[in-house]
């Protein structure tokens, strides 16, 4: 069984990931596991590259805390010119 390590303790992210992951991967199991990690950008990002620089540093925030994950993932939402959007990043260990 494959650990994946997400980098939030929100529900929407966390059941987010496990239905992309159940819909990638139909015959293989998954553990879940939710940590709480700082992202170590604005409370509301307000550009791309602060989102996705948000999404990248809870991952790497995530391998530090909570060591044997198969993958990693962070997501973080941010705002651009009035859109709302997220990036999903996710760092494989195998």
């Not at 996705?52 to 993932?73: E, F, L």
């Amino acid at each position: 069984m494959k650990k994946v390590v997400i980098a939030s303790l929100n529900p929407a992210k966390i059941n987010a990931v496990k239905s992309a992951f159940e819909s990638a991967f139909p015959n293989q199991s998954f553990e879940f596991e939710g940590v709480s990690v700082p992202s170590g950008v604005a409370d509301q990002p307000m550009d791309n590259e602060e989102t996705h620089r948000g999404a990248v540093n809870r991952v790497n925030n995530a391998k530090q805390s909570k060591q044997g994950g198969d993958y990693y993932v962070g997501i973080e939402a941010g705002l651009d010119g009035g859109c709302t959007f997220a990036w999903m990043v996710i760092e494989s260990q195998g």
